[in-house]
């Protein structure tokens, strides 16, 4: 079986955002789908390991928002490069680009570099392993810009800054770009930042 035969899946590229008391928290996503139109439904679907997950899980309600092809890395690294279990994501020096926005539910949404936002609350859940997947009624929506969406294609090849030229032996994960040092991968690796294993990793040269 070749598990690379999943890159070909035309994928989208999302800031999923959430509250809970008084901490705003967003991470990057790569799923999101319309399920129905009667009533309007979508999902997401999203690690365990992200405070974002625990914030939907406890509250019921998010935010996704749309990234456009006018992204620059550094939302990714915003968003997706930190935890938000020990990070401000909202508020900061560095999050002066993401200036707060907010929706009818009260959640903040990102403009800087998207092309749309939707809100959900949540109907149903889906235990997924090492994922959840959150249905929800969308109950607001706006497009932002008339910007193509970014696809994940799109950023691999675009964005993405290349890894530069390894200076000892190891592995390149190619999700994200995480460099492991060492001749021999564990079986059991996982990135620690996109999550991914030791499948998605393949050897310096």
């Known amino acids: 079986m070749n598990t690379k035969s999943v890159y070909k899946i035309s994928y989208g590229l999302y800031v999923l955002t959430a509250s809970e008391g008084d901490k705003d928290n967003g991470c990057i996503i790569n799923t999101l789908m319309q399920l129905t ?5 979508i999902a997401v679907t999203v690690n365990k390991a992200n405070l974002t997950h625990d914030m939907i899980k406890n509250t019921g309600k998010f935010n996704v928002s749309v990234i456009d092809q006018t992204a620059d890395f550094s939302l990714f690294k915003h968003f997706g490069f930190q935890s938000g279990r020990n990070t401000q994501k909202f508020g900061t020096p560095d999050s002066y680009k993401f200036t707060p926005h907010y929706s009818d539910n009260g959640l903040l949404y990102i ?7 939707m809100s959900g609350k949540v109907v149903n859940e889906i235990d997924l392993g090492t994922h959840t997947m959150f249905i929800a ?14 696809t994940y294609e799109y950023y691999q090849s675009k964005v993405k800054p290349k890894p530069a030229a390894p200076k000892k032996t190891g592995w390149v994960c190619k999700i994200c770009g995480y460099i492991y040092e060492g001749e021999v991968l564990p079986e059991d690796f996982v990135c620690p930042i996109c999550k991914h294993g030791a499948v998605d990793f393949e050897k310096l040269q």
């Not at 969308?138 to 969406?149: A, R, V």
């Open 137 to 150: 009624e969308m109950t607001d929506g706006e497009i932002l810009s008339d910007n193509p969406s970014m």
């Open 111 to 117: 403009k800087s570099g998207t092309n749309a936002f």
């Open 37 to 41: 139109s009667s009533p309007m439904q």
